[in-house]
């Protein structure tokens, strides 16, 4: 043996992504469709597969720390059920963990993914400088994640379900959404909200079938009012929801990660002067003025680590287990 | 020495309430108005004389564990300073804990008064009979204010200043806060907002000044419907910033203490349907259906401590603290 290692899989709703990480890096990763027309089986016996081929290359000289499966929420723990988790369809009540250690033979880590790129911000990115031990971590994606660290431990409430802020209400009788309320944050201010409101707001976007999130901001980029006006409700709606998080929970350090904080640029000014006007504790905590020399200051930053950030988490999760039990 | 006792201090904009504490009862309690107009420095004086006046009755024969004072926040923890408080005006910047302190020779626990509500709440309240160790409280009085504790241990944030849910947003661009953002939980759900609203909805209550939100609730009660649409709005607003701490937070218990929650039966009915149609995490754990026999169901329940809960826990909190360091 020469040294540990751990697997880490981010299984998502259109790529499942498995990766071995050695001293500090990801050495080895593995891409793949999560092919959901075969079925829940079929894509767990696809995660098994990739899973066992990395540990056979790493098995002859390494020990396994441990293997972190990273889900979409919400998925009820410990139970590690899946409970009518939007971007897997169909895999209601579905007992992932029981499905996968049956295949593997051995016992997994299994986390929401939100939480797993809330943990790599927080370990190997954004908090990394800051020798921060608490975070609350936004996704921007197809959906809104939302993973939330503190004093160094992922929260995970009663049933593992906590960290959906994104489902909170930011327009009260807004957009419908598909957790089967209206107005939360995730149609504001997911890539496709971002899609969803340019079309509402101009007739010649409406036509064009093909529109993506990226399309949207290059135009913004360029000076397209439409696509700024877009933007800004982004912003304001991201405001509107780190207003609750930040005066909730007094936090050090708020990230935004996911495909869209690439537009970071485009919508971060507009959030910023609102988060100034609709929360106080962000007032109060986000200069030195006005507080004493110990006061921690309240940073939001864009995240660090873009789209790897669940691989990366769930890759590192196994060797902060293993530290807090004292192993190597 | 034949035992131990704590001394509590509700300091609050109307009333200054102090009180021994001695074998799980409160037995001995002072209640002052708080002479805001005399000066801070006044105040901080009627304040200790109190708590010396309590001492100097149970010092003979038992031993002080601690002193705790309940304050408004936002109150910038370690440092024990008040952080432009609403219902304290002009005490922005105040050292409370170094000017108590100083004139009580000795060190106090320093607290905010929500936080200490939703100790009481969990050790000798709602929490007592279901051994939780997590709850949220709001407390709606004059104001909105809010305490978590996570695994029996208050959360405090960064900076002394986490539960600050009154001032999450529950109606964008909605009715101006003392916080200086618009659209407040606290403003639709504290007993000022309840008459501030009957008002809105009526030209006859507008006329009559000395309506008191005690007054709409029992107008609500014998059927004036202008007066129940009031309670309307007030659990809706409720339902839409409990999604949000549901949501993010997923604790096992959320509880609604302060004065106007004596008209529970009145909101709390629309409060719940609404809640039910908000929050995804609510539906999946409020029933025992669909989750795994291991989950934790999510309780709704009206504080049972009335407004002797800040009080309550002020007293608690010294024995909670030497339990935690091996003193009795």
Not at 85 to 102: K, T
């Amino acid at each position: 043996m020469s040294g540990f290692y751990s697997v880490g899989v981010d299984l998502g709703g259109t790529n499942l992504r498995a990766a071995a990480y050695r001293d500090g890096e990801i050495r080895e990763a593995i891409a793949l469709p999560t092919r959901l027309d075969h079925g829940r089986d079929s894509v767990v016996r696809d995660l098994c597969d990739a899973v066992r081929s990395l540990m056979r290359d790493f098995a002859p000289d390494h020990e396994c720390v441990g293997i972190t499966i990273g889900s979409p929420g919400p998925l009820e723990l410990p139970a590690g059920i899946l409970r009518s988790p939007p971007n897997l369809p169909g895999w209601d009540g579905f007992g992932l963990r029981d499905a996968i250690e049956s295949n593997l033979h051995q016992p997994i880590l299994l986390e929401n993914d939100a939480n797993l790129a809330a943990l790599a911000e927080l370990r190997a990115g954004s908090g990394l400088h800051s020798g921060l031990d608490s975070l609350c971590m936004l996704t921007l994606g197809t959906g809104v994640g939302n993973g939330i660290v503190l004093n160094g431990e992922v929260w995970h409430g009663s049933n593992g379900m906590a960290g959906e802020a994104g489902h909170a209400i930011v327009e009260p009788d807004g957009a419908p959404c598909g957790c089967g309320s209206r107005g939360c944050l995730e149609q504001y201010t997911s890539a496709s909200a971002v899609v969803r409101m340019a079309k509402e707001h101009s007739s010649r976007l409406r036509s064009m079938d093909s529109l993506t999130a990226s399309d949207v901001a290059r135009m913004a980029a360029q000076g397209n009012l439409e696509a700024q006006a877009v933007f800004e409700q982004v912003g304001r709606a991201l405001a509107i929801g780190l207003t609750s998080l930040i005066n909730v929970l007094n936090l050090p350090l708020y990230v935004i990660g996911g495909g869209l904080s690439n537009a970071w640029d485009i919508f971060a000014p507009g959030m910023m002067s609102d988060l100034a006007r609709f929360s106080y504790i962000y007032r109060i905590t986000s200069t030195g003025n006005g507080t004493s020399q110990t006061a921690t200051r309240t940073q939001i930053v864009r995240g660090e680590l873009g789209d790897k950030a669940g691989l990366l988490g769930a890759c590192l999760l196994p060797f902060t287990r293993s530290v807090a039990r004292g192993t190597p």
